[in-house]
C-alpha cells in the first residue's frame, strides 16, 4: 500500500515543556507571534482539584484539506495548486505560486496557518504558511524537529499505512483513547485529521 | 549584522586586485568556514543541564541546534531553552567589546576598551592588591559552574583560595544529607533511559525498560526547573509504560504536578516536616511488625543507625509549642503541613510499601528554606531504610555516579602552597588553602562557600577565626564575577547594590577592583569596573557537567570562532595570566599556563584524563574483565578491549585517557556501562563517606568539631541554632520567616502570606533577550501580560528555509529589527496568587499589585490569579522580573511593572550550615496598586 503520513502524540507523554514550538521556530524560521506548531495550555478545576492541560497542537494534514479547497491559484492539475496534498498524505504549500490571498488561514478549521511576509526587492510579500511536517527533513528519512526534541518523547510520525509502524502499533495499542481535534465548522464538512491524540486518565479532572 | 559579516568574508575575491592571495593556511580556514553543513557535537550552556548537541553549522553561521541522540543522558531529546540557543549566541544584546568604567558604579557608563587595555588595568590592580593586602583580599566568583576550571586555575596561582561558583546559592541545604550521609548530592530517580548495560552474552545493550513504581517529587519541578534532562521523558515513560504512580508535592501546581497521580499542596517550608512525619510513621509501624517498609539489608552498608534512630525518637514525646502535638506525629504534620493527616499517612504507606521508589527533593524545596537540611537529612534516610538507594529503579545518587573530570588542570595543586602571614605578632606559615574566607572564617562547614554572604564580606572585610591563621584580617578588594549575576540572584538584590558602592574613608570603593565577565550583559556588570566579552558556549571548549544514572562525559566544542570581540575563557586565562606576569606577579608562571597549553584542546583534554573515575563495581558488573571495585580511568573502547595497564596497589585501571579527539570520533560522547548496587561496603563502592558506608553518624562534621575545639568559638551560623558544635547524628531546627517558627508569629496578622520562589526555565537570569521563550507560558509566573513596548529582536527572515537546507543562506537569516508589541503578547514575570485570595483582596487577573515584607522591601507586578497555588501562598519566578540592564532587552523594557523577587529577601537568612539564602522564606503582605 502506498506511504500515508500520520501524526501521534500521546498527552500522558507531553510535560508542557514547548520543546516543539522552539524547536519549529528554530527549523523553519517562523516570525515571532507566529506558530507552525504550538503549546497551548488551559486550567481545568478548582484549588485543590486542579490540573494544567498541555494540548500541543500542528497543522492536521487533513485528509479532506478545506484548505486546499478554498486556495483559488490553481495548478498545472487540480491537485497542484498553490496549496495542495502530496499522495503520502502531506498537506503543503508551494511558496513561489502563493499569492498571499489568506483564504486558506481563513478557512482552516484549526487556525493553523498564518500569513507572513517575505522582503522581496524592495518590497514584501505575502505567502501563506504552515507546519509541513519539515518535509524537508521527512524526505531526507529524519524525524520532523518538534519529534527529534520532545522531551517527553509523546510525538511520533510515520506510515499509516504499514501495520508495523510505530504509528500504527500506538494507535492499535490505544484504540479506546484515541481521539483527533475537534474543529470550529458546523455544516457538512468533514476535514478528517490525520493527528491522532492518546488522551491521558490524569487530564481528567473533576 | 550577520550579512555584513559574510559580505566580509565574500570581499577576498582574487578578482580584485586590491587584495593579496590567501596564504595555504588562509585558503584551508576559509574552505573549512564555507563548505557545506557540518555537524559537530557539543554540550548545552542555555541552562545547567547542560545536554548533548548536535549543532549544524554552514558557511561558519551557527545554522541549528538539535539534542544529540547518542547522548543517553538527554537521548537526543532538547528543551525549548536549549533550542533557542541560535537566538541567543546572535543576539543584539552581547557584550560585543571590553569595556572600562567611565560613570559611577551602577550607572551603567562605560567606554569602550582594547583586550590589551583592560587585561592590563585588572592585572596592575590585583598585583597592587596583592602586595598591600594579600592574594586572599581576591574572590574569583565562576558564577555557573560550567567551565570554571580555567578561571579557578589562574586565580589559585594567583594566590587566592577563594574561587567559587554559583553552587554556594543554588541548593546546598537540599545537597547536604547526601552530601553528609553518602558523600554525594543529588538523589535521582532511576528513569535515565536508555542506559547502556552488560548482557549475559558480555555485550553491550541499550536497555529501555524501566523498573520505577513510584516517584514522590518533593519541591522538585524537573518539567519546567530543567536540571535533570531525563527526568522529563523518564518520569511520564515509566508511567505509561510500567504503571510508576507519581506524587507531587508542592505549594503550586507545577507542570511536573499536572502529570502527577497525586498532587498535594502543603504549607510553604514544612518539607521537613512532612518527611519527618513519613519516617516516625514507616518506623512505627514497622516496630509494629509490619513487614515490608523496611528493607534491613541496609544495616549492612550503613553505620550509625541505632543512634540516629535513637536521636529521632528523642523528639517523640516532646510537644510543639506551635502546635501543642507531639513532634513528627500525623496530627502534628497535619498541622504543620496543613495537608491531611489521612494523606500523609498514606504518603508514607505508598512510599513504604511500594518498591522500587524514589523519594527526590528539589531545589525550590528545601533547597530554597533556611532548615532545608533537616529535609535532606531525612529524605536520604528515607531512601535508605526502604532499600530503595541504587535499588534497579529506586534512587541513585547522581554525584556518585557521574564522571569525574577536571583533575590537574583545575589548578587546586596551587592551594597546598605554603604561605606566611603575620598573625598577632608572629609570622604563621600554612597553606594557601587555610586563608579560604568562609571555611576558615564563619562558614567552617559550608563546603560550597557562602556567595550570599558576600555582601557583608565587601562591608566588613574577613576575619578568620578557625585554622593555622586564626586571627588573620583581610578585606575583600576585588570580585571577579564571570557568568554570574548575584546582584539579582545572590539573596538580596540591594544589599548586594550598597554592599558594591560602599566607600572606604579614602572615598574610593571599598571593593576596588569589580571585574564582569560574560556574554550576556547583566545587573552585575553595571557594578563592574571592566566589563569583557566571553565567548558564548558555541565558541569555546569544555566539559559537560551533568547528573546521568551512569559514567556518560561529552565535549562541549568550540564549533563556531568567537563574535564580536568576545574571548574564550581559556584565552582570557591566558591573556590575563600574561599580563599579570608583565605586571611582576611572581605567581604567574610561563610553565603553568601559555607555556604548558599551546590549545584551549590541551587543558581540557587534561581535565579529561581522570574520566570516569568510578569503581567497577555493581551489578551487572560494568566490566567484567576487570578487577572488581578498582577504580576505571580511561576510554570506554580501551576498558572493554582491554588496553589496559592495571595498578593493584592503588586498585587502579587504566585504558587510554579520553580526549576531545576520541569523543569528535565516536559520535560526540563517551558513555560507560550502567549498573545497580553498587553501594558495596567493603569492595570499594560509589559512597564517598569516611567509613565508606552510609553514615547516619555524621563523620562529616569531625573535622568541623575539631576546629571548634581548637578555636574555642562556635561559627556563626549554628551558634544561631544555640549549637556549641556539629551535631553527631540526626538534628531538628525549625526555618525562619515562617507562621510555624514562635519567633515569627507576631508578623502574622500584617503579613498573611507565605512567599515562594521558583526557576522559571524558559527565563533565568541570561537568557530572556531570547524572543522565541517570550512566547511560551509558564505556570502563572511567566506570562503573556506585558503592556505595549518597543524594543529591538533577533528576527528571521522567512522563506529561507523552504524546502530543503543547502538553499538557506544563513548570513541573511536573521536580522535585528524593532519591533512593536501588542499588550499581551510577551511573557513576562508575573506574581502568582491563589484566586480565593485574590478575591479577598479585590485582586483581578493582570491587576498591578504590591507585595511587602517586613523589612520594608516592596516590589510590583500584574498578579496571575489562578487556581494552581495554596491559598496564603504567594509565587513569583526567580529573576524573571525587575530587570534593570539594558542587557535583558525587551526584559529590561518591562521592567517596571515585573516583579524582581529577590529585592523581598531578607539577607540576614543565610542558613546555618552552608550560608544559602532562605530563598523561599518570606512573609508578605499584597495589595492592589
Known amino acids: 500500500m502506498a506511504k500515508k503520513y500520520a501524526f501521534v502524540i500521546d498527552l500522558r507523554k507531553c510535560v508542557g515543556c514547548y520543546a516543539c514550538q522552539v524547536a519549529c521556530k528554530q527549523e523553519n524560521d517562523v516570525p515571532f507571534g507566529q506558530f507552525r506548531s504550538e503549546v497551548k495550555v488551559r486550567q481545568d478545576g478548582r484549588f485543590p482539584d486542579v490540573k494544567w492541560r498541555f494540548l500541543p497542537v500542528l497543522c492536521n494534514h487533513c485528509g479532506n484539506p478545506i484548505c486546499v479547497k478554498a486556495c483559488p491559484v490553481p495548478g498545472a492539475t487540480p491537485d497542484r495548486k498553490a496549496t495542495y496534498k502530496r499522495e503520502d498524505g502531506l498537506v503543503l504549500v508551494d511558496t513561489d505560486k502563493c499569492l498571499g490571498c489568506g483564504m486558506c488561514a481563513k478557512f482552516c478549521p484549526y487556525r493553523a496557518r498564518y500569513v507572513w511576509e517575505e522582503r522581496k526587492w524592495e518590497g514584501w510579500m505575502r505567502k501563506a504558511d504552515k507546519c509541513n511536517y519539515c518535509v524537508h527533513l521527512l524526505d531526507q528519512g529524519l524525524p520532523p524537529a518538534c519529534v527529534r526534541d520532545c522531551m517527553g518523547k509523546a510525538r511520533c510520525i510515520g506510515d499509516i499505512n504499514d501495520p508495523e509502524s510505530e504509528v500504527s502499533t500506538l494507535i492499535a495499542q490505544n484504540k479506546d483513547r484515541i481521539v483527533v481535534r475537534e474543529n470550529r465548522l458546523t455544516g457538512g464538512l468533514k476535514p478528517t485529521p490525520n493527528v491522532y491524540y492518546i488522551l491521558d486518565d490524569r487530564s481528567q479532572v473533576a | ?929
Not at chain 2, 269 to 283: N, P, Q, V, Y
Request: with cysteine; charged share 25%; proline share 7%.
Open chain 2, 1 to 929: 549584522m550577520i550579512a555584513r559579516g559574510l559580505a566580509a568574508l565574500f570581499a577576498w575575491s582574487p578578482a580584485n586586485a586590491l587584495f593579496r592571495p590567501l596564504s595555504d593556511n588562509e585558503r584551508q580556514a576559509l574552505e573549512a568556514q564555507i563548505g557545506n553543513v557540518q555537524v559537530r557535537y557539543s554540550a548545552d550552556v542555555m541552562c545547567p543541564s547542560e545536554c548533548g548537541l548536535e549543532m549544524w553549522i554552514k558557511d561558519g553561521y551557527l545554522f541549528k541546534i538539535y539534542g544529540n541522540p547518542n547522548v543517553p543522558f538527554n537521548d537526543g531529546t532538547l528543551c525549548a531553552k536549549g533550542a533557542a540557543g541560535i537566538q541567543m549566541v546572535y543576539s543584539p544584546y552581547r557584550l560585543k567589546t571590553p569595556m572600562i568604567r567611565v560613570g559611577e558604579r551602577g550607572e551603567g557608563r562605560f567606554r569602550r576598551a582594547t583586550w590589551d587595555e583592560a587585561l592590563d588595568y585588572i592585572a596592575s590592580k590585583l598585583v597592587a592588591i596583592k602586595r598591600t593586602h594579600g592574594p586572599e583580599a581576591v574572590i574569583m566568583d565562576a558564577g555557573d559552574v560550567t567551565d570554571r576550571d580555567t578561571y579557578w586555575r589562574l586565580f589559585f596561582a594567583y594566590g587566592t583560595p577563594n574561587c567559587v561558583e554559583h553552587g554556594a546559592i543554588c541548593d546546598t541545604p537540599r545537597r547536604h544529607g547526601p552530601k553528609l550521609m553518602l558523600g554525594g548530592k543529588r538523589i535521582e530517580p532511576d528513569v535515565m533511559r536508555p542506559v547502556l548495560v552488560r548482557q549475559p552474552d558480555g555485550s553491550l545493550k541499550k536497555d529501555y525498560s524501566y523498573k520505577t513504581k513510584l516517584i514522590i517529587y518533593n519541591g522538585w519541578n524537573p518539567f519546567v526547573a530543567t536540571r535533570i534532562n531525563y527526568e522529563s521523558r523518564g518520569t511520564v515513560g515509566a508511567q505509561v509504560e510500567t504503571g510508576c504512580k507519581v506524587i507531587v508535592i508542592d505549594p503550586c501546581h507545577t507542570n511536573t504536578a499536572a502529570k502527577a497521580d497525586m498532587w498535594l499542596a502543603p504549607k510553604a517550608g514544612t518539607d521537613a516536616d512532612l518527611f519527618a512525619a513519613m519516617l516516625r510513621f514507616i518506623l512505627e509501624r514497622d516496630a509494629e511488625g509490619r513487614a515490608g517498609y523496611i528493607d534491613p539489608a541496609f544495616r549492612g552498608y550503613s553505620q550509625g543507625w541505632e543512634e540516629f534512630l535513637a536521636a529521632f525518637a528523642s523528639w517523640w514525646d516532646k510537644t510543639d509549642p506551635a502546635t501543642g502535638l507531639k513532634y513528627f506525629s500525623l496530627d502534628w504534620a497535619q498541622a504543620r503541613t496543613g495537608l491531611p493527616r489521612q494523606k500523609i499517612e498514606e504518603v508514607a504507606h505508598l512510599f513504604g510499601s511500594i518498591k522500587p521508589a524514589a523519594l527526590v527533593w528539589g531545589m525550590q524545596s528545601p533547597g530554597h528554606h533556611y532548615n532545608g537540611y533537616v529535609a535532606s537529612i531525612l529524605g536520604t534516610a528515607l531512601n535508605v531504610i526502604t532499600g530503595n538507594l541504587d535499588a534497579p529503579g529506586g534512587a541513585i545518587d547522581t554525584e556518585l555516579t557521574k564522571s569525574d573530570k577536571g583533575g590537574s588542570a583545575t589548578g587546586k595543586q596551587f592551594l597546598t602552597r605554603k604561605v606566611k602571614r603575620p598573625v598577632a605578632g608572629k609570622v604563621v606559615e600554612a597553606t594557601q588553602d587555610e586563608l579560604h574566607m568562609d571555611r576558615y572564617g564563619d562558614w567552617p562547614s559550608a563546603w560550597d562557600d557562602v556567595v550570599g554572604d558576600y555582601p557583608r564580606a565587601f562591608l566588613e572585610g574577613i576575619t578568620l577565626r578557625y585554622g593555622p591563621f586564626r586571627g588573620h584580617k583581610y578585606p575583600i578588594k576585588a570580585f571577579i564575577i564571570r557568568t554570574g549575576n548575584p546582584v539579582i540572584t545572590g539573596s538580596a538584590t540591594w544589599k548586594w547594590q550598597e554592599a558594591l558602592t560602599a566607600r572606604d574613608q579614602s572615598g574610593g570603593y571599598k571593593v576596588d577592583l569589580v571585574v564582569y565577565v560574560d556574554t550576556p550583559f547583566l545587573e552585575t556588570g553595571l557594578y563592574a569596573d571592566v566589563v569583557l566579552p566571553e565567548a558564548s558556549y558555541a565558541e569555546r571548549m569544555s566539559l559537560s557537567d551533568i547528573y546521568p544514572s551512569h559514567p556518560v562525559l561529552y565535549l562541549r566544542d568550540q564549533v563556531i570562532q568567537p563574535l564580536h570581540e568576545s574571548r574564550t575563557p581559556f584565552e582570557i586565562m591566558i591573556g590575563l595570566a600574561q599580563a599579570l606576569a608583565n605586571n611582576g606577579d611572581p605567581d604567574i608562571k610561563a610553565e603553568d599556563f601559555w607555556a604548558k597549553y599551546k590549545t584551549e584542546e590541551d587543558f581540557w583534554n587534561e581535565a579529561m584524563a581522570p574520566a570516569p573515575g568510578k569503581p567497577n563495581i555493581g551489578e551487572p558488573l560494568p566490566y567484567p574483565n576487570l578487577p572488581i571495585g578498582y577504580k576505571l580511568i580511561g576510554t570506554p573502547d580501551s576498558l572493554d578491549s582491554g588496553r589496559v595497564t592495571i595498578d593493584h596497589e592503588k586498585k587502579e585501571v587504566k585504558g587510554e585517557p579520553l580526549t576531545a579527539r576520541w569523543i569528535r570520533e565516536h559520535q560526540g560522547v563517551a558513555v560507560w556501562p550502567m549498573s545497580w548496587r553498587r553501594l558495596h561496603p567493603t569492595g570499594g563502592g560509589i559512597l564517598k563517606t569516611g567509613s565508606k558506608k552510609v553514615e547516619f553518624v555524621f563523620s562529616a562534621y569531625d573535622k568541623y568539631n575539631k576546629l571548634i575545639d581548637e578555636a574555642g568559638e562556635a561559627p556563626r551560623g549554628i551558634k544561631e541554632l544555640g549549637w556549641p558544635k556539629y551535631p553527631r547524628t540526626f538534628y531538628w531546627f525549625e526555618t525562619k520567616w515562617n507562621p510555624n517558627n514562635p519567633d515569627y508569629a507576631k508578623y502574622l496578622g500584617g503579613f498573611p502570606f507565605q512567599l515562594i520562589c521558583g526557576r522559571v526555565h524558559h527565563a533565568m537570569s541570561g537568557t530572556q533577550m531570547v524572543p522565541w521563550l517570550s512566547e511560551v507560558e509558564v505556570e502563572g509566573t511567566w506570562a503573556p501580560m506585558n503592556q505595549e513596548f518597543e524594543s529591538e529582536i533577533l528576527e528571521v527572515n522567512p522563506g529561507q528555509t523552504q524546502w530543503s537546507i543547502p538553499f538557506v543562506d544563513p548570513a541573511t537569516r536573521y536580522e535585528v529589527r524593532n519591533k512593536k508589541f501588542r499588550p499581551g503578547t510577551f511573557s513576562v514575570g508575573t506574581i502568582l496568587i491563589n484566586s480565593d485570595d485574590a478575591g479577598r483582596l479585590g485582586i483581578q487577573m493582570g491587576d498591578m499589585v504590591v507585595v511587602e515584607n517586613p523589612l520594608g522591601k516592596q516590589v510590583v507586578g500584574r498578579a496571575f490569579v489562578a487556581e494552581t497555588i495554596r491559598p496564603g501562598v504567594i509565587k513569583m519566578g526567580f529573576a524573571t522580573g525587575g530587570r534593570f540592564s539594558p542587557g535583558l532587552g525587551p526584559t529590561f523594557v518591562n521592567r517596571a511593572y515585573t516583579p524582581n523577587h529577590n529585592e523581598l529577601v531578607d539577607p540576614d537568612a543565610l542558613s546555618p550550615i552552608m550560608g544559602q539564602p532562605a530563598y523561599a522564606d518570606m512573609l508578605v503582605r499584597v495589595r492592589r496598586a
